[in-house]
């Protein structure tokens, strides 16, 4: 596995979180990890995670940081499902709707949910992107339990950051945090 960083400013304690993840687990099937910038037309942090195709059997996970920062990120919560009684359950704090939407077949409805994850620095973008694109990864080989959804990248990035957070704080020893629970 081969870690591409092209940054202009220092991210290092970032990098050394991404790497003591990465060293957790079995990255036999991944290619490579590429942080860069990426575009300046686009604001925050995006990335992906290549899957891996007939042509391509390895996975790649990209990471941009276009910043500028401190900065937002709208993240994906658990939608809110209407009740039998035709409501909705009140919408978490710091959250706002997203699209209303209906399974036809079933009749279900539900809410979608987005909040918002500040990243003060390159080093906190860095930690969510990451560890929201290899939560993609790891569900896809069975590292880590769930399901891949962008819901479960983003509790898990949110939950990766806090634990990021409180350790450069030192309330923790700097662990990663395994399960996205």
């Known amino acids: ?3 591409r960083v092209r940054l202009n400013e220092s991210a290092q304690a970032g990098l ?18 590429r942080i860069d910038h990426g575009s300046p037309r686009y604001r925050g942090v995006y990335g992906w995670c ?26 994906r919560r658990p939608p809110l499902y209407r009740a039998a009684d035709g409501s909705f359950p009140p919408l978490p704090g710091g959250c706002r709707c ?15 949910v987005r909040g918002r994850t500040r990243l003060a620095d390159l080093d906190q ?37 806090a634990a990021f957070r409180a350790a450069r704080r030192g309330q923790d020893s700097g662990r990663v945090i395994e399960d996205p629970e």
């Open 125 to 161: 973008a860095l930690v969510w992107i990451f560890t929201h694109e290899a939560f993609h990864f790891l569900r896809a080989t069975r590292q880590v339990p769930g399901r891949n959804t962008e819901i479960e990248a983003d509790t898990w990035a949110d939950a990766q950051l």
């Open 1 to 3: 596995m081969q870690l």
């Open 50 to 75: 290549h899957l891996p195709t007939r042509e391509r059997p390895t996975f790649r996970i990209a990471c941009k940081l276009p910043g500028p920062f401190p900065t937002s990120t709208t993240t």
């Open 98 to 112: 997203g699209a209303r939407l209906c399974d036809p077949r079933s009749g279900r409805e539900w809410i979608q």
């Open 16 to 33: 050394a979180w991404v790497q003591t993840l990465l060293a957790r687990h079995d990255t036999a099937r991944l290619e490579w990890v």
